[in-house]
């Protein structure tokens, strides 16, 4: 448990690290402003003062999240940094324990998360996308790694071939039971691949 030492200068930054270690540690769920504030041995009311509220906190934890991302020695191709950096995302939010779930329904306009969206949408503006195309195209890939890694996430002993598998049989549902095989956990990457190509092949 990270402790706040004598001394320690307490600032949004720091609470932020404390609620992604909580995340980490016990899962979204267990995120509260007074759990922060156990965690760094401070008075709740002292958390709330650096970041307001716990829909607060979690914008900051979602941009530290895509902090985390490198952009430095991305591919010259701009298709391929586009690709790349969606890869890159997804590994990000596959390092934090319900990472994809701390994102979604978040819309911060800080400075990390925006220089990621600067990035992807310039790459796709310099394929050749029109503004609108290279808007939504980037909101379509956001959307499908965020709900792949979502599942992905939420998956665990239970993956949804093997919900499938228990509850349909090729009587009643034929065609999820022709696909379920190919959707077990091994196929996360694969399927993230083939939604990635789908997306800018239409694009």
């Not at 930054?13 to 402003?33: C, H, I, N, P, Y």
Request: charged fraction near 25%.
């Amino acid at each position: 448990m990270t402790k706040r030492q004598s001394g320690d200068r307490l600032d949004p930054a720091a609470v932020t690290r404390a609620a992604l270690e909580l995340l980490d540690d016990k899962g979204l769920e267990a995120v509260s402003t007074r759990a922060v504030a156990d965690r760094l041995g401070v008075r709740m009311s002292t958390v709330q003062w650096h970041v307001k509220s716990r829909g607060r906190m979690v914008e900051l934890m979602a941009d530290a999240v895509f902090g985390e991302i490198p952009l430095t020695d991305l591919p010259p191709d701009p298709e391929e940094r586009a690709r790349e950096l969606a890869r890159r995302c997804r590994r990000a939010l596959l390092a934090h324990r319900d990472g994809a779930a701390l994102v979604v329904g978040t819309y911060p306009a800080e400075p990390h998360t925006l220089r990621f969206a600067e990035l992807l949408v310039e790459a796709l503006l310099a394929r050749g996308s029109a503004a609108r195309e290279a808007a939504w195209t980037a909101w379509t890939i956001s959307y499908f790694t965020l709900g792949l890694v979502q599942e992905e996430q939420a998956a665990g002993d239970h993956p949804w071939s093997e919900v499938l598998a228990a509850t349909i049989s090729p009587a009643t549902h034929p065609a999820l039971h022709a696909t379920a095989p190919h959707l077990t956990p091994e196929s996360f990457d694969e399927r993230f691949e083939f939604g990635l190509a789908t997306i800018l092949a239409g694009s």
